[in-house]
């Protein structure tokens, strides 16, 4: 009887987890941060929400004052918000540290593979050269930032000039030369998107024609899809391209930050949407270079 009442106690107690069901979008969600560029659009969206959460406490903070609820017009839960926006956008340029085997890799399967045309090809390499000068600057920027390498280092000329000045290594201007080069993968990405275009509609032409007009629900399906991410990859570009000529410009272009973060979250909550849609089925294809490209993290110095 007592071994009875105890194995019951121990179902109800320690097998609770029984009563749970099983989860899709559990499994989805873990699939999809299992990925290395699945974590950076998570952290990239929750970093974004937590800056315009910033902006919104702040203006509360304002009014309240303004009305007399509040004696300061500082919001204590906004500061809290940026701070974490920080401890996030910190982690995330840690985390990019291995960013560049992921260009590596993809470079060499680049010219391994066959493209659709040989202008996607030549894109395609000029998008991933950019990013091996995007993640060393960043890398070296992230360094300076935490004091783990000097400001200055000696120059490889010393070693025919002993007198040759060293080289140093400002934080700013490592930051907008790694955003300089991000910027020129955006723009390719425009040309990457043309390309793509045509492609969808070579292929839409090509279906109906061979099918006298009428597609099935599977080739309908499969067109929605592509064009689908077609049109999510124009959005997160366009909000990239001012951000990008932003953040490559001394000073910056857009002197608005609420702009600049709305543009940010725009991206972000698209750039997820679009992994979240790519991993909905356990396999998951080949990644394209806009999946693997992070933009950059705004710098705190």
Same mark, same amino acid.
């Given at each position: 009887?007592?071994?009875?009442?105890?194995?019951?106690?121990?179902?109800?107690?320690?097998?609770?987890?029984?009563?749970?069901?099983?989860?899709?979008?559990?499994?989805?969600?873990?699939?999809?941060?299992?990925?290395?560029?699945?974590?950076?659009?998570?952290?990239?969206?929750?970093?974004?929400?937590?800056?315009?959460?910033?902006?919104?406490?702040?203006?509360?903070?304002?009014?309240?004052?303004?009305?007399?609820?509040?004696?300061?017009?500082?919001?204590?839960?906004?500061?809290?918000?940026?701070?974490?926006?920080?401890?996030?956008?910190? %982690?995330?340029? /840690?985390?990019? !540290?291995?960013? #560049?085997?992921?260009?590596?890799?993809? $470079?060499?399967?680049?010219? =391994? +593979?066959?493209?659709?045309?040989?202008?996607?090809?030549?894109?395609?390499?000029?998008?991933?050269?950019?990013?091996?000068?995007?993640?060393?600057?960043?890398?070296?920027?992230?360094?300076?930032?935490?004091?783990?390498?000097?400001?200055?280092?000696?120059?490889?000329?010393?070693?025919?000039?002993?007198?040759?000045?060293?080289?140093?290594?400002?934080?700013?201007?490592?930051?907008?030369?790694?955003?300089?080069?991000?910027? %020129?993968?955006? /723009?390719?990405? !425009?040309?990457? #998107?043309?390309?793509?275009?045509?492609? $969808?509609?070579?292929?839409? =032409? +090509?279906?109906?024609?061979?099918?006298?007009?009428?597609?099935?629900?599977?080739?309908?399906?499969?067109?929605?899809?592509?064009?689908?991410?077609?049109?999510?990859?124009?959005?997160?570009?366009?909000?990239?391209?001012?951000?990008?000529?932003?953040?490559?410009?001394?000073?910056?272009?857009?002197?608005?930050?609420?702009?600049?973060?709305?543009?940010?979250?725009?991206?972000?909550?698209?750039?997820?949407?679009?992994?979240?849609?790519?991993?909905?089925?356990?396999?998951?294809?080949?990644?394209?270079?806009?999946?693997?490209?992070?933009?950059?993290?705004?710098?705190?110095?």
């Amino acid at each position: 009887m007592s071994s009875k009442l105890g194995r019951r106690l121990n179902d109800s107690v320690l097998g609770a987890w029984s009563l749970v069901p099983p989860s899709e979008k559990l499994d989805h969600l873990l699939r999809y941060l299992s990925t290395w560029s699945g974590t950076d659009k998570f952290f990239t969206l929750v970093q974004s929400v937590c800056k315009i959460l910033v902006h919104l406490l702040s203006l509360r903070a304002r009014i309240q004052h303004r009305a007399g609820f509040r004696k300061a017009p500082v919001s204590t839960s906004a500061g809290a918000f940026g701070k974490f926006a920080s401890a996030v956008g910190d %982690s995330q340029m /840690l985390g990019r !540290f291995w960013g #560049l085997l992921q260009i590596f890799q993809w $470079l060499i399967s680049l010219e =391994r +593979s066959q493209q659709p045309t040989r202008n996607l090809l030549t894109i395609e390499r000029l998008q991933g050269w950019s990013m091996l000068g995007y993640y060393p600057f960043e890398h070296l920027c992230y360094l300076r930032i935490h004091d783990i390498i000097p400001a200055t280092i000696p120059s490889p000329a010393t070693l025919l000039n002993p007198a040759a000045k060293p080289i140093s290594l400002d934080t700013g201007d490592l930051s907008l030369l790694s955003c300089r080069f991000w910027a %020129s993968y955006v /723009l390719l990405q !425009f040309a990457h #998107l043309r390309e793509d275009r045509k492609l $969808l509609q070579l292929k839409h =032409r +090509s279906l109906r024609k061979a099918k006298a007009g009428s597609l099935t629900a599977a080739e309908k399906q499969d067109l929605a899809r592509r064009w689908d991410a077609y049109w999510s990859g124009m959005l997160v570009n366009v909000c990239n391209l001012p951000l990008s000529l932003h953040h490559s410009t001394k000073g910056g272009l857009i002197h608005n930050p609420v702009l600049v973060d709305v543009l940010g979250l725009i991206t972000s909550v698209a750039s997820f949407r679009s992994g979240w849609i790519a991993t909905a089925v356990p396999s998951i294809p080949a990644p394209e270079i806009a999946e693997i490209v992070a933009p950059p993290v705004e710098m705190q110095s």
